[in-house]
């Protein structure tokens, strides 16, 4: 059996599919599973060794691969979790037999006449990995047993240059992972606050925090008032520098990862770090890493599962106290 799945979302969509992507595989070994993604998502796939095949499609530029593949490719099954314009004429290219996606495209105009195959499941009503993995109901696929990890495979070269990173940061031990940025700048933590945090950690924890990020200017900008406010950080700021599966591996070594709602928050919740992950115009609800060394806060104030709900709405970051997350990582009983 060859299936094409289409993730052209963001990446950590393409995170929170891989529990999908995993139970796929375990119950058709012997199927061609192809994977074809976006161009911001590329860095991820060689973490998700479990299928067979993947191509990336890119909006700008002269990248024809994912129209070669596909024009000269034929699929039994197309499995869409995106629901897109651009998913639908991949879907349509595969040349798939059962083409399937979720119940809420047929709502679409003209989208739906794609698909033959319509999954319920609510995206407001599950979490995320819950409504992907909903979609193998189109293969039959039984959704027992548990809920599936997070599966990442991080190549060797990963670890060693997050090694090495760390090593020019002069940080050889035990450590802490302080990823304040993200796409979107709603979603920022005052710096103050997180100057704050850094400093209580580094002296009643005993352990260096190290600054990760991304080279965009909005989060630089965001980094340098943190920095300005610990002077120190300076020689331990490794943002700029990092791929997402060095990032990957940094969140697996150590030993408190503190983030917004982000990419480096679903990494760290794919290895089960210990981490505090801060949500306020997003919902938990849908996002949160769900294991159990996990502490989320919202702008509501913390919570636990049972409140977790699907209709929370939001609020600013800044209803987060300096205390509650500190209070959050005296939680976890995290030390050097």
Not at 252 to 259: K, M
Not at 308 to 322: A, D, L, N
Request: charged letters at 20%; a neutral charge; one cysteine or more.
């Amino acid at each position: 059996m060859r299936i094409l799945v289409l993730q052209l979302k963001r990446i950590g969509d393409l995170i929170l599919t891989t529990p999908a992507l995993w139970t796929l595989r375990q119950h058709l070994p012997k199927a061609h599973i192809v994977l074809a993604v976006e161009a911001g998502s590329r860095e991820m796939l060689p973490a998700i060794d479990y299928v067979d095949e993947t191509f990336v499609y890119e909006r700008r530029g002269e990248n024809f691969h994912p129209w070669r593949h596909l024009l000269f490719r034929h699929y039994d099954v197309c499995l869409d979790f995106t629901g897109t314009d651009r998913s639908a004429l991949f879907t349509v290219l595969s040349k798939a037999s059962r083409r399937a996606t979720f119940e809420w495209v047929q709502r679409s105009r003209f989208r739906h006449v794609f698909y033959n195959q319509f999954i319920a499941s609510s995206v407001r009503e599950n979490h995320t990995v819950d409504h992907y993995l909903h979609l193998l109901r189109a293969l039959n696929v039984p959704l027992t047993g548990g809920e599936p990890p997070i599966r990442l495979h991080l190549p060797e070269w990963a670890p060693r240059k997050a090694r090495q990173l760390l090593d020019e940061a002069g940080v050889s031990g035990p450590f802490i992972l302080v990823h304040p940025g993200t796409a979107r700048p709603e979603k920022y933590w005052p710096a103050g606050r997180w100057a704050e945090v850094i400093q209580w950690c580094e002296s009643h924890l005993e352990m260096p925090c190290v600054l990760s990020g991304s080279a965009d200017g909005h989060e630089q900008s965001h980094l340098a008032v943190i920095k300005t406010a610990v002077p120190a950080l300076a020689g331990r700021d490794i943002s700029g520098r990092l791929d997402l599966l060095t990032l990957a591996a940094l969140t697996r070594s150590a030993s408190l990862v503190l983030t917004v709602d982000s990419a480096p928050m679903h990494l760290a919740g794919g290895f089960g770090a210990p981490q505090v992950a801060l949500f306020g115009p997003t919902n938990p609800f849908h996002w949160r890493p769900r294991h159990e060394r996990a502490v989320i806060l919202q702008s509501q104030g913390p919570v636990g599962p049972p409140e977790f709900r699907p209709q929370h709405p939001g609020g600013p970051m800044t209803e987060i106290s300096t205390q509650a997350v500190i209070d959050a990582i005296v939680s976890l009983h995290v030390h050097a």
